[in-house]
């Protein structure tokens, strides 16, 4: 596969520009504008409720805007479907993803798209499709000795590793990551992280979505920060602290506003609940 030269001026090769999804009279995002860049991993946060998942459904193709401009490498879209976005090089690896357990790692690999040989009924050709599963693994960094075990008994970040580098050998422009280390633990997590970073150098544009700002530190050049479907913050990676992201993400303004209200109650209702805040922000940090 081809590497994208990168270089930090790039220009953007997926913008939006106040971007507005509504749903009758419930507004999911309103004046949503950010912009990535190819080579860099683009992390954006926001706790449950925040409207990333419409957001990522405006970015793949399921829902289109409300409102606003959505673009790709300049030229204004209108994306109506999925395989309108995987056209144009956006693909999106969901928290559920895209993998059937029983089926070898190189079949989940190709998923329908599997090379063939001549003839008149274009049988797979099983010998190139496992050479080229086995090669673009390695190529992420991902050793798999045996391509036709189960995919379902790798451990999950081996999964996530396997659709991160299905995506980027089809073409992937834009790799969209949908909280790809939520249910799994540390080591895990590191393994689908180290992915994250080989994607970025290999020249794909990294979208991030998470609730874990310990992990989009580890790998984010650009911090965008969702709340109740507005964009709230918008730094690159030298102008905010880890301590900075997870106190923004935390909510510190509005516990310490929580923690001042409560002591005017006084009385063991208003000690629990400030107990219950002390804990919360112990969870954060």
Same mark, same amino acid.
């Given at each position: 596969?081809?590497?994208?030269?990168?270089?930090?001026?790039?220009?953007? /090769?997926?913008?939006?520009?106040?971007?507005?999804?509504?749903?009758?009279?419930? /507004?999911?995002?309103?004046?949503?504008?950010?912009?990535?860049?190819?080579?860099?991993?683009?992390?954006?946060?926001?706790?449950?409720?925040?409207?990333?998942?419409?957001?990522?459904?405006?970015?793949?193709?399921?829902?289109?805007?409300?409102?606003?401009? $959505?673009?790709?490498?300049?030229? #204004?879209?209108?994306?109506?479907?999925?395989?309108?976005?995987?056209?144009?090089? /956006?693909?999106?690896?969901?928290?559920?993803?895209?993998?059937?357990?029983?089926?070898?790692?190189?079949?989940?690999?190709?998923?329908?798209?599997?090379?063939?040989?001549?003839?008149?009924?274009?049988?797979?050709?099983?010998?190139?499709?496992? #050479?080229?599963?086995?090669?673009?693994?390695?190529?992420?960094?991902?050793?798999?000795?045996?391509?036709?075990?189960?995919?379902?008994?790798?451990?999950?970040?081996?999964?996530?590793?396997?659709?991160?580098?299905?995506?980027?050998?089809?073409?992937?422009?834009?790799?969209?990551?949908?909280?790809?280390?939520?249910?799994?633990?540390?080591?895990?997590?590191?393994?689908?992280?180290? $992915?994250?970073?080989?994607?970025? #150098?290999?020249?794909?544009?990294?979208?991030? /979505?998470?609730?874990?700002?310990?992990?989009? $530190?580890?790998?984010?050049?650009?911090?965008?920060?969702?709340?109740?479907?507005?964009?709230?913050?918008?730094?690159?990676?030298?102008?905010?602290?880890?301590?900075?992201?997870?106190?923004?993400?935390?909510?510190?303004?509005?516990?310490?506003?929580?923690?001042?209200?409560?002591?005017?109650?006084?009385?063991?209702?208003?000690?629990?609940?400030?107990?219950?805040?002390?804990?919360?922000? #112990?969870?954060?940090?």
């Amino acid at each position: 596969m081809t590497t994208i030269a990168v270089t930090t001026k790039s220009e953007p /090769i997926l913008e939006l520009e106040g971007v507005g999804k509504q749903f009758g009279s419930v /507004i999911a995002l309103r004046d949503i504008s950010l912009h990535v860049r190819p080579g860099t991993v683009t992390c954006v946060l926001g706790d449950n409720g925040a409207g990333k998942s419409t957001l990522i459904k405006t970015l793949s193709g399921v829902h289109q805007p409300s409102g606003g401009t $959505y673009r790709i490498e300049g030229e #204004e879209v209108n994306l109506s479907s999925p395989r309108d976005a995987l056209g144009k090089g /956006i693909a999106t690896v969901y928290q559920d993803l895209a993998t059937v357990p029983l089926m070898s790692v190189w079949r989940n690999f190709f998923l329908g798209s599997e090379p063939t040989r001549g003839g008149p009924l274009r049988l797979i050709d099983v010998r190139r499709a496992k #050479e080229i599963a086995r090669k673009e693994l390695l190529a992420m960094g991902i050793d798999i000795r045996d391509v036709e075990q189960p995919v379902g008994t790798l451990s999950g970040g081996e999964r996530q590793a396997v659709a991160i580098a299905r995506a980027v050998y089809f073409g992937a422009k834009v790799l969209i990551l949908d909280e790809p280390t939520s249910a799994l633990g540390v080591k895990q997590s590191g393994v689908v992280l180290k $992915y994250v970073v080989q994607a970025k #150098e290999r020249g794909v544009a990294v979208i991030f /979505i998470t609730h874990n700002p310990h992990h989009a $530190y580890l790998v984010g050049d650009h911090f965008f920060l969702l709340n109740r479907g507005r964009m709230i913050e918008d730094w690159e990676r030298d102008e905010v602290s880890l301590d900075a992201l997870v106190k923004a993400m935390a909510g510190g303004a509005e516990l310490e506003s929580l923690a001042h209200e409560l002591k005017s109650l006084g009385g063991e209702v208003a000690e629990a609940a400030q107990e219950e805040i002390a804990e919360m922000r #112990e969870t954060q940090l």
